[in-house]
């Protein structure tokens, strides 16, 4: 309890500059007449492969500092599952262009890191993230060598 509170202590200083940042990101402007916002993520996607990297890299940071502060790793598989979808989605064109402007995964993983820091919430392991991940895309990589395998049928 008492190491809880101190690292409930510790976090909250440095969630506001991060919380500043994932806004920046994610929900910085917004479209005149509406209430849609988005952030630089959206508009550095519009770069193509330079533009997702770039957000990646800053998402990666956002990971790196709730690893410094002791996030608990079924909080940073989240995160990572959150900017990977983000980083992989993003990378298609006009697709991933439309995708980084509604899915603020540093706006996510923020909601993730209050709720775990001032609510106790996503408390444990990994693993009940990590291994519902890894079925997924064993089934995806499942699809794309069957997949594959009919294209090569059909043309020869």
Not at 32 to 49: A, Y
Not at 79 to 85: A, R, T
Not at 86 to 107: T, Y
Request: glycine share 8%; proline share 3%.
């Amino acid at each position: 309890m008492v190491t809880r509170m101190r690292s409930q202590q510790t976090a909250q200083p440095g969630l506001k500059n991060l919380d500043t940042l994932a806004k920046l990101m994610d929900a910085q402007f917004r479209i005149p007449g509406t209430n849609i916002r988005f952030g630089l993520d959206g508009l550095l996607g519009l770069i193509p492969g330079v533009g997702d990297f770039s957000s990646f890299l800053i998402s990666i940071y956002i990971v790196s500092a709730a690893v410094n502060k002791g996030a608990s790793g079924f909080v940073l598989a989240r995160m990572l599952v959150n900017i990977s979808l983000d980083a992989l989605v993003g990378a298609v064109p006009l697709l991933g262009d439309i995708f980084d402007f509604a899915f603020k995964a540093n706006q996510r993983n923020m909601k993730l890191l209050k709720e775990h820091y001032t609510e106790g919430r996503h408390q444990g392991s990994a693993r009940k993230v990590i291994i519902p991940v890894v079925i997924v895309l064993l089934a995806v990589l499942a699809g794309i060598i069957w997949l594959c395998y009919k294209i090569i049928v059909w043309i020869f």
